[in-house]
C-alpha cells in the first residue's frame, strides 16, 4: 500500500515536472517560486532538462509497477530512463551561467 502511494506521487511529481519544462521555453522565463537570485539560466536548456528529468522519473514509475513486463522490455525501459536522466542532468547544469551584474 505504501509503495503505491510513493509511485503514485513520484508519478505526478514527474508530470508537473514535465509541466514546468515546458512552460518555461515556450514562456521564456522560469516560475517565479524556482528562480533564483544569483543564477540565471538558459531557459531552453533548463526547461529541455525538466522534461527529460520528468521522463526518466515515468519510465522508471512505467518499468516498476508493471508486474507482467516481459525482460525484453524492462532493461530497454530502464536504459531509457538513464539516458533520460543522465541528459536531463547535463542540460541542467549546462544551462547554469553566472549572473553579471553591471
Known amino acids: 500500500m505504501?509503495?503505491?502511494v510513493?509511485?503514485?506521487?513520484?508519478?505526478?511529481?514527474a508530470?508537473?515536472?514535465a509541466a514546468l519544462g515546458t512552460y518555461t521555453p515556450a514562456t521564456?522565463?522560469?516560475?517565479?517560486?524556482l528562480d533564483r537570485e544569483a543564477v540565471q539560466y538558459d531557459t531552453r536548456r533548463y526547461g529541455v532538462s525538466q522534461?527529460?528529468?520528468g521522463f526518466a522519473i515515468i519510465f522508471v514509475g512505467i518499468s516498476s509497477r508493471t508486474t507482467q513486463l516481459p525482460p525484453a522490455l524492462f532493461l530497454p525501459l530502464i536504459?531509457?530512463?538513464?539516458?533520460?536522466?543522465?541528459?536531463?542532468?547535463?542540460?541542467f547544469?549546462?544551462?547554469v551561467s553566472p549572473r553579471r551584474t553591471p
Open 2 to 4: 505504501a509503495s503505491t
Open 6 to 13: 510513493v509511485r503514485t506521487i513520484a508519478l505526478a511529481s
Open 15 to 17: 508530470c508537473l515536472m
Open 28 to 33: 521564456d522565463r522560469i516560475p517565479r517560486l
Open 51 to 53: 522534461v527529460l528529468m
Open 79 to 91: 536504459l531509457v530512463a538513464v539516458v533520460c536522466s543522465a541528459t536531463g542532468l547535463w542540460l
Open 93 to 95: 547544469f549546462t544551462a
